[in-house]
């Protein structure tokens, strides 16, 4: 327990309660402030926020977009850096001045379509020397929307199930949506993963069967969720199949070329693609580990062909497209008292592990396009909801947030070693260590902390490991990230009823994990129904950037300033003295 560990060099701050007030809560000696909210003007000529939802689809393509989740900071200099942003999903309720929950019009699809993406947001530091404010006019704020052209890179590129009516060629693709969490290059890109992308297709065709691979990627088409495919054609699979497996990938951006074209990278397979942890192993490889966000996904590992070079970018060009993709199997002991065990990385190569015509694998990109079924093929292992991996910078070693599963212990979904839990309501994280070569085959993991409540369980599997305490408990970690001391930043997206299961947790919030000791302190509480997500740092460590993302989903939060609509936002922390951030 938190009381009984000797005083923590790499955690400096005092935790905090649980709140469930509607406005941020910090450790003593932090602040919190707004940098950016949904809405507010970035390209040049952009129209002011209207707190009515009365700005039109043209002004939210100059607007920063809505529900800023995974994000990076990249440094011009010391006092200037570009932030690339996601902006993942809308709140249609406030998006939309009619408040309802979907698009009743094609105006208010292109207005839902220009708030996804990405936003790129050029800041300054200001007088006060850890405090950064948004640079306008920039010559680098840039929206990236749904709309946007992109192209295809890898193995998959061209192949007939990525042509289109509109696209032949099957190489270039409109815009990205449903982008979750975020990864950063050696060599200075973005990287935006595409997650819930099912959710903007479907079709009101009556007769309109959906095939096996489609299903496997949970399209359901009888009530399209956000209504695009009435009024854009794209979005409807009665009339353009092939649209659907066309998104679903991560996207390469370079932020610092506003007319650059956004690659869709192939070779690194199709899925709910979460977070991408990109790392450079000890022979100079690139190493990409990814996580699918849905009940039973899986863990994937990416390994480039050829070395990275810092020196000369255009190098670097092919590391992303060439290389082999590899799935994660833990192994161990499935009365789940253990909770660690060894596991394997096993490559999804046409031809190789069952990856067959026989078993409906014509090609390598067939492999790529249907990743979940090539991994179900070769015999992964069926995750509680793998979101963000972060990979500790002093040993390499690699964590992942499993955010919860409540169908874990049903049929289909027995309990595993890694998995242990029957209705997993509150998550865990896993860690796997290679042996400081991050291209190894296998691993041996074990589970940093298996999430619980002390206070609604006192005891049994649902109070959690010895570091849950009741001063820190949490449910459903999901964001995730290390600063360079080596401090492991833990983010929630769980309930936030403050009841039951979830008794003396509040609002969702950021947590603090050293990994040696195991102790977790809460640093911060967001507001009322939002969820804490995206996570960045200025190269000295100084000034970190934290999202909160739809705060008032449901109804009844005013964040920030008593806005009349609650409006996601990037929140800047610093230091009351100006000290490194968490130490
Ligand atoms: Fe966008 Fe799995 O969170
Ligand atoms: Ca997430
Ligand atoms: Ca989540």
């Not at 309109?208 to 009435?230: C, G, H, I």
Request: glycine residues 10%; negative net charge.
């Amino acid at each position: 327990l938190a009381e009984d560990l000797p005083p923590n060099k790499l955690l400096g701050f005092k935790g905090i309660a649980a709140s469930t007030a509607d406005e941020v809560a910090i450790a003593p000696g932090y602040r919190a402030e707004v940098l950016i909210s949904w809405g507010d003007p970035l390209v040049e000529g952009a129209a002011a926020f209207d707190p009515q939802g009365n700005n039109s689809a043209a002004d939210q393509e100059k607007q920063f977009g809505d529900n800023n989740d995974g994000m990076s900071f990249f440094p011009i200099d010391d006092n200037h850096g570009v932030m690339a942003i996601n902006n993942e999903y809308v709140n249609e309720q406030y998006l939309f001045a009619h408040g309802g929950s979907k698009a009743t019009s094609l105006e208010d699809v292109r207005k839902s379509q220009a708030a996804h993406g990405v936003s790129i947001v050029a800041v300054r530091r200001t007088g006060d020397s850890q405090r950064w404010e948004v640079e306008r006019p920039s010559r680098y704020n840039r929206r990236i929307t749904a709309n946007t052209e992109m192209q295809f890179s890898g193995p998959a590129a061209g192949h007939a199930l990525l042509q289109t009516a509109a696209d032949p060629t099957g190489r270039k693709v409109l815009g990205t949506f449903g982008n979750c969490a975020n990864g950063k290059t050696p060599w200075g890109t973005y990287l935006t993963c595409e997650e819930n992308y099912d959710t903007y297709f479907g079709t009101h065709q009556a007769d309109y069967k959906t095939t096996a691979d489609q299903k496997r990627y949970t399209l359901k088409v009888s009530e399209p969720e956000r209504n695009w495919p009435d009024y854009d054609e794209r979005f409807d699979v009665a009339k353009n199949p092939n649209e659907f497996n066309r998104h679903g990938w991560i996207v390469e951006i370079d932020p610092m070329n506003p007319t650059s074209t956004p690659i869709k990278h192939t070779a690194l397979g199709r899925f709910k693609h979460e977070n991408a942890a990109v790392t450079v192993a000890k022979d100079g490889r690139l190493v990409v580990y990814m996580g699918d966000d849905e009940r039973g996904e899986h863990i994937y590992k990416y390994v480039s062909k050829g070395v990275v070079d810092v020196a000369s970018p255009a190098n670097n060009r092919s590391l992303l497209d060439e290389g082999t993709l590899y799935v994660a199997q833990f192994d161990g002991d499935a009365s789940g008292t253990p909770l660690k065990g060894t596991g394997r990385w096993i490559a999804l190569e046409f031809g190789k592990n069952g990856l067959t015509p026989e078993n409906g694998f014509r090609d390598e990109a067939e492999v790529l396009i249907f990743a979940r079924k090539a991994a179900a093929q070769v015999g992964a292992t069926k995750m509680d909801r793998p979101e963000w991996i972060a990979v500790n910078p002093h040993d390499g070693r690699a964590y992942c947030t499993l955010t919860n599963n409540s169908k874990r212990g049903e049929e289909g979904m027995p309990l595993n070693a890694a998995n242990p839990r029957p209705n997993n309501v509150y998550g865990q994280i896993i860690r796997w260590d290679e042996g400081g070569d991050a291209t190894a085959a296998s691993f041996s993991w074990d589970i940093y902390a298996l999430c619980g409540n002390p206070i609604a369980h006192p005891e049994g599997v649902n109070r959690g490991t010895p570091n849950i305490t009741a001063d820190n408990t949490f449910n459903s970690p999901d964001g995730l990230g290390f600063d360079k001391a080596g401090r492991l930043w833990i983010l929630t997206d769980g309930k936030y009823s403050n009841k039951g299961d979830y008794a003396g947790q509040g609002n969702n919030q950021m947590l603090v994990g050293d990994p040696q000791s195991g102790e977790i302190r809460r640093f911060m509480v967001g507001p009322k129904s939002c969820e804490l997500t995206g996570i960045t740092f200025t190269p000295d460590y100084k000034t970190m950037f934290v999202n909160v993302q739809h705060p008032g989903e449901e109804g009844d939060s005013h964040f920030p300033n008593n806005s009349p609509r609650p409006r996601s936002s990037v929140l800047m922390i610093t230091r009351e003295d100006g000290g490194v951030i968490g130490a």
